[in-house]
């Protein structure tokens, strides 16, 4: 099945690299997995710190509603 690379949008790079996974290499099954939660944290965590000049505090780490 072919795809356009406009196809692969998403919010953050690794919702698109997630979509590439899904779309090229046929993977699903590890997005269920902690290995995957374990990287959207790191997410989170880097996020907080480029955008909070290198400092973390419990606002910047707490999920959005």
């Known amino acids: ?3 356009r690379l406009s196809d692969l ?3 953050h790079v690794i919702d698109r690299a997630k979509l ?4 090229s290499m046929k993977i ?3 997005f ?3 290995e995957w939660e374990f990287i959207q944290d790191f ?3 880097r996020n907080a710190l480029v955008h909070n000049n ?3 505090n419990q ?3 707490l999920p959005s509603s």
């Open 9 to 11: 949008r998403g919010e």
């Open 20 to 23: 590439f996974l899904k779309k």
């Open 1 to 3: 099945e072919g795809y």
């Open 43 to 45: 997410r989170v965590i």
């Open 59 to 61: 606002v910047h780490l």
């Open 28 to 30: 699903q099954t590890v």
């Open 54 to 56: 290198g400092f973390l």
């Open 32 to 34: 269920d997995s902690k």
